[in-house]
């Protein structure tokens, strides 16, 4: 069975800098998703960034990107320039029924 | 568009009452799920259908049954309700790889 580990439970950034969270997982598949959820406060799941493991390069959306390693099975979620409102648990998230770690809460200082 | 709706969104039940959490889906998506998500931890699994008439378990099934008789429609029963079952449910779509999440159902049984 897959799994996936967060080991961070908590982080703080300072606003406009940089944080990095960090996600393992364990899987004899070769092809599959990865995903980094966003829930704030409203509890509402929103999809922060996706990565398709046959693909080599990382993928990035606007402050958000990864590090995808497939062969060290990592896959970190890196936020540039944070703001106020990144402030949320972050749960990294494998496959497609999904396979969630426990989630980093990310706080952000102003 | 509504997206997915959850109704209710709040509910305290006595221990070993029943009932139905209802998840409707307005993207014309094949794949719908149900979640529950414990404090201290990520979403867990606990049903799925790939397809309308279809259902299947997931990690976490017992106590709990499903019906998809509507494409649009996924229904999550609780026959005999235990304090064990008190958690956030989400209920979730997708049509091929990107899970699109309602806002939760938060029960409470006692």
């Known amino acids: 069975a897959q799994t996936v580990t967060q080991s961070q439970p908590e982080m703080s950034v300072q606003e406009a800098e940089t944080v990095t969270l960090s996600c393992t997982y364990d899987?004899?598949?070769?092809?599959?998703?990865l995903f980094w959820y966003k829930q704030p406060p409203s509890r509402q799941m929103i999809l922060v960034i996706r990565?398709?493991?046959?693909?080599?390069q990382n993928a990035t959306e606007n402050r958000f990107s990864v590090n995808f390693q497939k062969a060290a099975k990592s896959f970190s979620l890196k936020i540039s320039d944070s703001q106020l409102g990144d402030a949320a648990m972050y749960f990294c998230?494998?496959?497609?029924?999904?396979?969630f770690g426990a989630g980093t809460i990310l706080r952000v200082k102003s | 568009n509504a997206g997915v709706t959850q109704t209710p969104k709040f509910r305290v039940l006595k221990t070993g009452q029943s009932m139905t959490l209802l998840c409707a889906q307005d993207?014309?998506?094949?794949?719908m799920y149900w979640y529950r998500q414990d404090p201290g931890m990520g979403l867990r699994l606990i049903h799925y259908?790939?397809?309308?008439?279809?259902?299947a378990k997931g990690e976490v099934p017992d106590g709990y049954n499903v019906s998809r008789l509507k494409k649009q429609n996924f229904l999550l029963g609780l026959e005999s309700a235990a304090p064990s079952q008190t958690s956030v449910y989400f209920c979730?779509?997708?049509?091929?790889?990107?899970?699109?999440f309602g806002p939760g159902t938060r029960l409470t049984v006692t």
């Open positions: 899987t004899s598949e070769s092809d599959y998703y």
């Open positions: 998230a494998y496959g497609n029924k999904l396979v």
């Open positions: 990565q398709e493991a046959y693909k080599q």
């Open positions: 993207m014309n998506h094949e794949y």
């Open positions: 979730a779509s997708s049509q091929i790889t990107e899970q699109y």
């Open positions: 259908s790939v397809g309308e008439g279809t259902t």
